[in-house]
């Protein structure tokens, strides 16, 4: 049977060469095949490096140097970590010539003459061991080699959080500055982060060594890392997507990405990185790593952004639409708002009008779309219809591919598309806000859609906040209507002077110019100027006859104590209840409560009063008869700068005669 270590390299050196071919005989017979013999000590240090032993049989006793001496030199030679056996030949069993060769570095002894039996058994024994240690040594060498390359690579890795945790926090500042760091720790030239404008389009909004830009996803490396996950291409990479052109033109052969996400698990967007040299494949532990801890905080990132750019886009709205009064200023507002915080060039909003069955276009603005203002779409025409009936936003970026669309200027031209639905707070859908840009502008990103998508929310609660406004401001009106007509339905003699002294009133102050408030305010007044009747008995009220001095002066009350008790209504304006106490005052200062004289007096007190007069004068009461138009406006005209203001009169005749 072979010796395990028959490769061996056995070194013989004795001075008698007898002995060398001896030992050879024995060897050569147990297997071994690699055996060099030497009578000279002199030639052992040269074949230290010629023929690197495995193990030496080495003499004591020989011309020039001894066993000892040759020991010396060895171990001079060997690394201190090396282990290569010496096995000692000599006839001097002495403790003495023992322990000198021990102290030398010798591992065995044999005694001449030799035992053939001995000789293997230790030579084998010393080789075991040999092989054993140079393993060892090996994997140490290799655990060593490992230890240090993870120790750079938690160096790496520590680097890299370091520079992580020193990136700014929000906005695009932070992707800015992340992708400068992701090229500077990967050793990349270039790198982007990208967010989905559609499932299958990126916007690149945040880049290094390249200008911004977007891009479809079929064919590129990127549809492959929104679909996989992390994606490591280190070399090759235009030739492993031929239909990605761009890879070609950057000259780019490297490539790793991964995709940005969601808390909720949503694909946001992508974070890449390319070289124009290939990779080392051995650093893709420290790529992942580094592309993984990179993409947890970007994505979170992206989200916030997403979040944040919604709360302003929504904030920013609400606050465009809160001077409308009305649904078409608000789809005006809306309208310019849509073009104000979007790179659109043109925006309508377009109304469904169930008679019809059709949208009209109730607002335009922008580049070659005021044309469409006040144009009916039918049922189909235009891409709006697409998003009417899916209830869904719709984004094209390219609309004139499309064959339904309808272009306001009548050219079809290249240009993005962006269309939401336009509901109520109930969810009723009312019609669509769209926005288009032509194509030499580039496209409509994600934050422009969600900007009109929070424009649109906003415009349906301004709607809705009108819409509920309306019917608590009718339902106040007939309110404080049905507060005056109280009165009438105590004394049917003067049914319906309340709603005609209102109506008379409004025309008269129309006529004088009062804004839209102070109308109100005086159709308010016109409403309750009598509510302090209610507190008058029926004894007095409705006494037929004359009042007596003491009764009149208790009618008289009635002003102040109306104006008391409509001040518990804290909503009522001032100029009502003021309108309220002084409907009674005279231009020449014998009115009451105050005795208020000209100018004092409230305007829309002495406009009130005019009309107030000129019903009560032209009225059946139990008292007195009803007078004619003609005799009701001299006594007007005679009473112009006593009992009334002047001009007032004037302005009432006026009406009177149109």
Not at 103 to 121: I, N, R
Not at 210 to 238: D, H, T, W
Not at 433 to 453: F, I, M, R, W
Not at 602 to 621: G, H, I, N
Request: glycine letters at 8%.
């Amino acid at each position: 049977m072979p010796a395990k270590h028959s490769n061996a390299q056995i070194l013989i050196v004795d001075g008698q060469e007898v002995n060398v071919r001896l030992l050879e005989r024995f060897l050569e017979r147990a297997g071994y095949t690699q055996l060099q013999g030497v009578n000279d000590p002199r030639e052992v240090i040269p074949l230290l490096t010629e023929f690197k032993p495995d193990i030496i049989l080495l003499d004591v006793l020989m011309p020039h140097l001894s066993g000892v001496e040759v020991l010396a030199l060895v171990r001079e030679q060997l690394p201190a970590d090396d282990f290569l056996p010496v096995i000692v030949l000599t006839a001097d069993v002495s403790e003495e010539t023992r322990a000198e060769a021990l102290q030398a570095g010798a591992s065995d002894f044999l005694t001449k003459p030799f035992d053939p039996k001995e000789v293997l058994l230790r030579v084998n024994n010393l080789l075991e061991t040999r092989f054993l240690h140079r393993s060892l040594r090996t994997q140490n060498i290799r655990l060593e080699q490992q230890v240090r390359q993870r120790t750079q690579q938690l160096a790496k890795r520590e680097q890299a959080l370091r520079r992580l945790s020193e990136l700014p926090t929000g906005g695009e500042v932070f992707f800015e500055k992340l992708v400068k760091t992701l090229a500077e720790i990967l050793g990349l030239r270039w790198a982007f982060a990208g967010r989905l404008i559609e499932q299958a389009r990126v916007e690149a909004f945040a880049v290094h060594g390249l200008e911004k830009f977007s891009y479809g996803l079929p064919g590129a490396p990127c549809q492959n890392v929104m679909i996989e996950g992390l994606c490591f291409y280190p070399r090759s990479v235009a030739e492993l997507f031929p239909e990605d052109k761009d890879l070609a033109v950057m000259g780019a052969e490297a490539y790793v990405g991964i995709p940005l996400i969601a808390k909720d698990g949503r694909k946001l967007g992508i974070l890449v990185g390319l070289h124009d040299q290939p990779l080392e494949e051995t650093n893709a532990e420290f790529f992942d790593f580094v592309l993984k801890t990179l993409a947890a905080r970007a994505g979170g990132e992206l989200e916030d952004l997403e979040h944040l750019t919604r709360l302003e886009a929504t904030s920013y709205a609400h606050l465009v639409l809160r001077p409308a009064n009305t649904t078409a200023q608000i789809f005006k507002l809306v309208t310019e708002a849509a073009l104000a915080g979007t790179k659109a060039s043109g925006g309508f909003v377009c109304l469904y009008r169930p008679d019809t069955d059709d949208l009209e276009i109730v607002a335009a603005a922008g580049h070659l779309v005021e044309n469409g203002l006040g144009r009916s779409l039918a049922r189909g025409q235009g891409i709006t219809w697409r998003v009417f009936d899916s209830r869904a936003p719709l984004y094209i970026r390219d609309v004139s591919t499309a064959p339904e669309a309808v272009f306001f200027s009548g050219e079809r031209i290249p240009a993005a598309y962006l269309g939401v639905p336009l509901s109520d707070s109930k969810g009723e859908l009312l019609g669509v806000l769209a926005v288009n840009l032509v194509k030499n502008g580039g496209e409509l990103s994600p934050l422009d859609h969600y900007y009109l998508q929070a424009l649109a929310r906003a415009a349906g609660a301004a709607i809705a906040r009108m819409q509920a406004l309306k019917e608590v401001t009718e339902t106040r009106e007939e309110s404080l209507r049905i507060m005056g007509l109280t009165l009438e339905y105590r004394d049917y003699e003067t049914k319906g002077h309340t709603d005609r002294v209102t109506h008379l009133a409004l025309r008269l102050g129309e006529a004088l110019g009062l804004n839209e408030e102070t109308l109100g305010h005086l159709r308010w007044g016109s409403y309750l100027h009598d509510t302090g009747k209610i507190a008058i008995s029926d004894q007095i009220l409705l006494k037929p006859g004359r009042l007596t001095t003491e009764e009149f002066e208790v009618i008289k009350g009635h002003v102040t104590i109306g104006e008391e008790m409509l001040r518990q209504l804290h909503f009522l304006p001032e100029p009502v209840l003021k309108l309220v106490r002084h409907h009674h005052e005279r231009w020449d200062g014998n009115g009451y409560p105050d005795g208020l004289s000209g100018s004092e007096i409230p305007l829309l007190a002495c406009l009130f009063s005019v009309v107030d007069v000129y019903d009560a004068l032209t009225s059946e009461r139990p008292y007195k008869h009803a007078w004619s138009h003609e005799e009701a406006v001299a006594e007007l005209s005679k009473q112009k700068g006593i009992q009334f203001n002047p001009a007032v009169v004037e302005a009432f005749l006026g009406v009177l005669e149109a």
